[in-house]
Structure formats: C-alpha cells, structure tokens
C-alpha cells in the first residue's frame, strides 16, 4: 500500500541547479497533498514545499530559488532547485499525503535524496 519513488539529487556547485523528482503508486485513498522535505543530521525533518488545493506553500528560505509543481493525475511531484547554497545540503524525502472518505489521513515518504551543495 503506498509507495514513493524518488529520483534526482547529488552534487553540485553553489549557484547550480538540480531536480527532485517524486511517483506514487498503490495508494487505496484519494491524494491530498504532495511535498518535499529535507533533513540534515541532528536536525528534525523540515517542510522546504508543499502543494495542495492548489495551493503552494514554501519554506522562506527556499522562496524564489525552488519551485514545487504537482500532477495529481499522475501523483507525481517536482521540486525544481536553483540558486543552490551550502546550507541547502540534506537528504530530501517526498511526502504524499492521503485522505480517506471518513477523512482520515496518511503520510507516506519517499526513500529519501542526498543534495549536497559544494565546490
């Protein structure tokens, strides 16, 4: 039930670009929501975009370098990364969110993506 494939990630220079990609699949509810999240040691998971409704929700730091575009049709997630910095190295995880008839929700995640930013 439920499962997220992530591809995209790696190295590449400060000022570069890079392109996370997202799929689900199996999913027994209707999708919610689709975002991306990112993780660094010893730090809690953090929210960096998220799209819903139509609507998309960006962490400040983030704002006017990432663009995160949905298909809902596909459940399929983008999060296009530019201007990319040192402190933008993490492992971002995909996350879709289900909601059932009786509203009930669930959270799946991807397997996650090392960016690293470095010259």
């Known amino acids: 039930q439920g499962q997220l494939v992530e591809s995209g990630g790696g190295l590449v220079q400060p000022g570069g670009s890079l392109r996370l990609s997202c799929t689900g699949s199996?999913?027994?509810?209707?999708?919610?929501?689709m975002g991306w999240y990112r993780q660094v040691p010893g730090k809690e998971r953090e929210l960096v975009a998220y799209t819903s409704g139509g609507v998309e929700t960006y962490a400040d730091f983030v704002k006017g370098r990432f663009t995160i575009s949905g298909d809902f049709n596909k459940n399929t997630v983008v999060l296009q990364m530019s201007s990319l910095k040192p402190e933008d190295t993490a492992v971002y995880y995909c996350n879709i969110k289900t909601r059932s008839r009786t509203g009930v929700y669930w959270d799946f995640w991807g397997q996650g993506s090392q960016v690293t930013v470095s010259s």
């Open positions: 199996g999913f027994i509810d209707s999708v919610n929501g």
